[in-house]
């Protein structure tokens, strides 16, 4: 080939150098070795320059050319600005309702605490967060300020809890997917923490790469400068390509893992909901259970609807903005409608995913993981020749099912919202704007507040009488101060269980309650005012607890504005605006075994 365009490079270049120039060449990438300065002159450059082209070309499946054929094809597409559901009428999705605690509920969560043995957690984590804007990663922030729980070590509690609840226990594979912005942290997080407890063989972190940004329609990959590529975020749907590349979907299959449930980072209230939606994914055999929520139309939250045409079906979540059209183009002249209760025939999917291993796994090999890739150019003018700024390939994870055939079954679990969802997304003028809007703020405190929400729920559920807290503004951001109620992974992961431990209890007002360990039992418990009760049991401690407690316990600061604007106060708290100070909680721990009596 010719090389002059290499300046006098391609003699200093070993074999496999030419022969990978050579490919990006015929790719239509020989802009990337245009500007070459003479051998000689930034040689480490040019040296450090091949190997991350090489690297990026080991990582994706098809490599480079795979990337740039892919790019081509997508954006003659988008091009074209073709309707990407011509043809498709929407349906509402094959649903199951969850959102109230009743038999049908105790029904699957049992069946799902069964399958626990046979169940892998994927926690993606490979985001920054920057509309939360805190500096370090989302798992290490506290899911609550009264103990200071992180994110990471509520989830690695709840794999314990799934554990201690089989009937030959084996640990849950949990599957950790971080970038090059998060892996170091989280990998820090997890040695300097001793694995939360879990072992560190259980714990798998698959670490996604950036992809290159591409400048044209031709494909061109985008130089920030000579001998560096932009490198962008390919999205979390990479984590369908590693747990392919990587081997281990495969390999937790041979090993009896028979269901996938895909989380996000900062969900604290995933796995209230996750017994029950694995139960449905056993006794519906669906191969994709998306957890979903009631969605009010219009609701900028993805809707799941089953799209029905040319031939086929297929359950997806459609974007909120391309849904409406959708429907007006076809069944629906107003657009998304509400039904008698107010809610869209389309639910919010909340990106928490049950995957059954087996379709799974075929599907992986099939597609080598590259689940439905898209691409969104800003073009510079409507001849939509060239971008504003370079684009790249993304993929979503809840896109899996584009990749089903007609005997893959999909389904949609709905759970109350904020039982099941409410994430820590948005710092706080965002989160207060937003709950001005009348939307969800997915806050540091707002998650909080939903965090204690939950234990309140268990409490009803078992028939406490339970009375909140008025709730206040804080900064803007909604929080019900109570009561504050942490029934722990150890203690309970299913509704049956608070029944059997729980019984005649009431609490009520800016109380606290806090229990943590497997044989805790609460017989006529009273807690009001500021009172907290905590009760912590290792494994063999049965404790018994009874009575009117009545203390200061935990006390809720406003932080100053001083202090929101000091070095000195954690982040954490900042992204809250409050803390929690001890006035005189009552504490018990227990750590030996053997039988107690809490009473007062
Ligand atoms: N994530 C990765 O691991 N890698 C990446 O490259 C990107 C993200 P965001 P997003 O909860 O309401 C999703 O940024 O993408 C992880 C759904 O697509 O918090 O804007 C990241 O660490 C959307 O349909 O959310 O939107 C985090 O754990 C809706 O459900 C997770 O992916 C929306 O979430 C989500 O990343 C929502």
């Not at 038999?103 to 069964?114: F, I, V």
Request: hydrophobic content about 40%.
């Amino acid at each position: 080939m010719g090389t002059t365009f290499l300046n006098g490079n391609w003699e200093a270049f070993s074999q496999s150098d030419r022969t990978f120039v050579e490919m990006l060449v015929e790719a239509g990438q020989q802009h990337l070795f245009a500007d070459w300065d003479a051998p000689g002159t930034a040689d480490d450059a040019k040296a450090a320059f091949l190997s991350s082209l090489s690297k990026i070309d080991g990582n994706y499946p098809g490599g480079l050319s795979g990337y740039i054929s892919n790019a081509r094809k997508l954006l003659a597409e988008a091009k074209v600005g073709g309707n990407p559901f011509e043809g498709f009428v929407p349906h509402q999705p094959n649903t199951v309702d969850l959102t109230r605690f009743d038999e049908t509920y105790d029904h699957y969560e049992a069946l799902g605490q069964k399958q626990f043995s046979k169940t892998g957690i994927v926690l993606v984590a490979g985001g920054l967060g920057e509309r939360l804007g805190y500096n370090g990663i989302k798992l290490d922030i506290p899911v609550e300020v009264i103990e200071t729980t992180p994110y990471l070590k509520h989830y690695a509690a709840c794999l314990k809890a799934m554990e201690a609840r089989m009937e030959t226990p084996r640990p849950v594979p949990f599957i950790i997917m971080v970038s090059q912005d998060t892996g170091p942290k989280t990998l820090q997080t997890l040695e300097q923490n001793n694995y939360f407890g879990l072992r560190k063989e259980q714990v798998h972190v698959l670490k996604q790469e950036l992809v290159p940004a591409i400048s044209d329609n031709d494909g061109a990959l985008a130089l920030k400068e000579k001998y560096e590529l932009i490198l962008k975020p390919h999205g979390h749907g990479d984590i369908h390509m590693l747990l392919h590349t990587s081997g281990l979907a495969a390999k937790l299959e041979k090993q009896g893992i028979e269901h996938l449930m895909f989380i996000q980072d900062t969900n604290g209230q995933v796995f209230n909901a996750m017994p029950a939606a694995l139960g449905v994914s056993v006794e519906k055999g669906f191969d994709f259970n998306s957890i979903a929520v009631n969605r009010i139309p219009g609701e900028a939250v993805g809707g799941l609807a089953k799209l029905v045409g040319n031939g086929t079906e297929m359950t997806l979540n459609v974007e909120y903005n391309q849904l409406d059209p959708l429907l007006r183009a076809t069944v629906s002249p107003e657009g998304d409608v509400p039904n008698e209760q107010g809610f869209s025939l389309f639910p919010g999917n909340i990106n928490v995913l049950v995957v059954r291993m087996a379709s799974y796994v075929q599907i992986l090999a099939k597609s080598q993981g590259i689940i439905a890739e898209f691409v969104n150019p800003k073009y510079a003018d409507e001849t939509k020749t060239s971008f504003k700024k370079p684009t790249r390939l993304e993929t979503m994870m809840q896109d899996l099912p584009k990749l089903f055939g007609p005997n893959e079954k999909v389904g949609v679990s709905i759970f109350n919202r904020r039982w099941s969802f409410s994430a820590n997304k948005n710092n706080i003028s965002e989160a207060a704007a937003k709950h001005v809007a009348g939307g969800p703020p997915e806050s540091g405190a707002s998650a909080e507040s939903d965090f204690y929400l939950a234990g309140r729920m268990r409490l009803e559920a078992a028939g406490s009488s339970v009375t909140p807290a008025d709730e206040e503004l804080i900064l803007g951001v909604p929080f019900t101060n109570g009561p504050k109620v942490l029934l722990r992974p150890s203690f309970a992961l299913t509704l049956s269980e608070v029944r059997e431990k729980i019984s005649g209890c009431s609490i009520s007002g800016e109380a606290t309650l806090i229990l943590d360990g497997k044989d805790i039992v609460l017989e006529n418990v009273e807690l009001s005012g500021s009172t907290a009760l905590v009760v912590k049991a290792c494994e063999g401690a049965k404790v018994s607890v009874k009575g009117v407690f009545e203390n200061k316990g935990f006390d809720l600061v406003k932080l100053t504005s001083e202090e929101l604007a000091s070095d000195r106060v954690p982040e954490y708290l900042k992204i809250r605006g409050f803390r929690f100070e001890n006035r005189g909680a009552a504490i018990h721990e227990f750590d030996q075994p053997g039988e107690y009596v809490v009473e007062v």
